[in-house]
């Protein structure tokens, strides 16, 4: 029993070695100003890809929000996928301009957004060139940008970097404690996560929605299917030896959930999906400490793979051990 409480204090001290840097990301994020940007001359064109299901009341406000941007609107084109609607989503982004590919799916199996989205690259490969546009940006129905979006994230976009995400506010900020605590969740995350990265310019990590991604890693189409995407995605590219950057200035607002059972399974569903993407492709990020060139880049491949790091599930395993052997003891 000695031997095994050695064991485990020694696995909980490497545990916490590896990750107190983090430590140092939430001072300096707190107390350092946010990055800025340059403006860019050149203005890119972008495309903007929604997924959405039975978003006929929502998805109005965000393609509105779209429309009146400062940012040139020839330089935006509007992709919507349709998923399985039986409401009026098609033809509402239809009236509104929008390119709209209608899906229309039975299996439960392909029903999460990394298969729409899968399903409507497919159709945006075969009718456009993608590399027609510089960027994609991506979005969910219920999300709205602020008037200047494009144009601030115009100009993180021009340092080159394969990857920006941008600040996600709360639409519902003053629903209740549940949505108010979801609007705390999401500025702590800019403060002490995307902002600390970004000053020392290493890669942070993508969330769900309001990112962008460069028009060349999408040449082959969308293959991040999992029930967390976003986790998948940026596991990848950054095992690929891109960097994902932080454009603050750029800001949306996102509805979030008030209702508690909501709440919970959306929760659920993020930790299963980290998990799953963490024991399926973690390996990549661990090659990439090894093999790829710069210390950025080896760094970069290092965070990730502990932000991914299932810490709840290894605590709990070991105190369950732990407690095994001492009743068998």
Not at 50 to 61: D, L, P, Q, T, Y
Not at 132 to 138: E, V
Not at 248 to 267: G, I, L, S, T, W
Not at 283 to 292: F, V, Y
Request: proline share 2%; glycine share 6%.
């Amino acid at each position: 029993m000695q031997i095994l409480n050695t064991v485990i204090t020694v696995l909980t001290a490497v545990v916490t070695v590896f990750t107190a840097y983090q430590i140092f990301y939430l001072v300096l994020g707190i107390f350092s100003p946010r990055a800025k940007y340059a403006p860019s001359q050149k203005k890119h064109r972008f495309a903007v890809v929604i997924c959405a299901r039975n978003e006929e009341r929502v998805i109005g406000k965000l393609i509105e929000s779209i429309h009146a941007q400062t940012y040139d609107k020839n330089k935006i084109k509007i992709f919507v996928c349709a998923d399985s609607c039986s409401d009026g989503t098609a033809k509402l982004c239809r009236e509104m301009g929008c390119t709209v590919y209608e899906r229309f799916n039975t299996d439960k199996n392909l029903a999460r957004k990394g298969y729409a989205l899968k399903w409507l690259f497919e159709h945006i490969c075969v009718d456009y060139d993608v590399e027609s546009f510089d960027g994609f940006a991506f979005f969910d129905a219920d999300n709205v940008l602020a008037p200047d979006w494009f144009e601030k994230m115009n100009d993180a976009f021009a340092t080159g970097a394969g990857m920006l995400t941008t600040y996600r506010n709360t639409k519902n900020f003053d629903t209740n404690f549940i949505s108010a605590a979801y609007g705390i969740h999401f500025y702590r995350s800019s403060a002490t996560l995307h902002r600390p990265r970004q000053l020392l310019g290493v890669s942070t990590h993508i969330a769900g929605t309001g990112y962008v991604l460069r028009s060349r890693l999408l040449k082959g189409g969308w293959h991040f299917t999992s029930l967390t995407e976003d986790a998948e995605l940026t596991q990848h590219m950054v095992a690929a030896g891109e960097r994902v950057i932080f454009c603050e200035a750029a800001e949306f607002f996102d509805e979030q959930p008030h209702n508690f059972k909501v709440m919970f399974r959306q929760r659920l569903r993020w930790a299963k999906g980290k998990l799953v993407i963490f024991f399926k492709n973690g390996w990549r990020n661990l090659r990439g400490i090894l093999t790829q060139k710069g210390a950025a880049k080896k760094w970069g491949n290092y965070d990730i793979f502990w932000y991914n790091f299932p810490g709840g599930l290894y605590a709990a395993l070991l105190s369950v051990i732990s407690a095994a052997a001492g009743v068998a003891v």
